[in-house]
């Protein structure tokens, strides 16, 4: 039974197709000891390396959902901090998590081994809504909501716009871009400061009942 190689390297790395099909061009696959060619098929019998790196015969994709406590990192290296690999049990540690969530903020936080599932959720082209709620250290002024949902905020890194909604005892903020600490940075600007963010959907995820720390597998 033969497999499309972008599709054998998807299913065995972090890599969605298209970016397999970038390590194929930059010479960074081989197949059987021999450079990679855009478009072969292979068999279960061939050996293929990534970056010298032997990949696994494909198996099914795992993606599972945590519901991140504030204090955790998004990384394998915490530096010091403790990361969300602490927090995941042993079977699921090999999984790379799709987007990021600072070290103070909580929520939904997707983890897979499926990197097409990755690219459809976090490439600029297909990024999908996130819903977070929000808490300031102040009441925001309803010009200043005015001005993020409708004309949106200058930041060094371009303009952010997004959804504000009051809740009564936080704001829902709804979104489809996915910048370094855009909330924070776009509250701050205004003189706000956040003082907890938690992420309660992700594209066609939604965190539910799941109990903080835990995990669900999707």
């Not at 390590?23 to 098929?41: C, F, H, L, W, Y």
């Not at 519901?67 to 540690?93: A, C, F, I, M, W």
Request: aromatic content about 6%.
């Amino acid at each position: 039974m033969s497999m499309r190689l972008n599709k054998f390297i998807a299913s065995s790395s972090d890599l969605s197709r298209r970016a397999a099909d970038e390590a194929i061009a930059d010479s960074r696959v081989t197949v059987n000891g021999k450079p990679a060619e855009q478009g072969m098929d292979i068999s279960a019998t061939d050996l293929v390396t990534l970056d010298g790196n032997t990949l696994e015969p494909t198996r099914d994709p795992t993606t599972i959902m945590l519901n991140k406590p504030r204090g955790y990192v998004v990384s394998r290296n915490g530096q010091g901090s403790t990361t969300v690999y602490d927090l995941l049990p042993e079977q699921y540690r090999h999984l790379n998590p799709v987007g990021r969530l600072d070290k103070d903020s909580s929520g939904l936080l997707l983890l897979t081994s499926d990197g097409d599932l990755t690219h459809e959720l976090t490439h600029p082209s297909r990024q999908k809504v996130k819903v977070y709620e929000v808490t300031l250290d102040a009441p925001l002024q309803p010009l200043h909501q005015q001005m993020i949902t409708d004309y949106g905020v200058t930041l060094e890194d371009g303009p952010s716009k997004f959804q504000v909604i009051n809740q009564g005892d936080h704001y829902e903020v709804t979104m489809y871009e996915g910048r370094n600490r855009q909330i924070r940075r776009t509250f701050a600007a205004l003189g706000y400061t956040v003082q907890t963010l938690h992420r309660t959907s992700f594209g066609p995820y939604t965190l539910g009942n799941l109990a903080e720390g835990n995990v669900k597998v999707l």
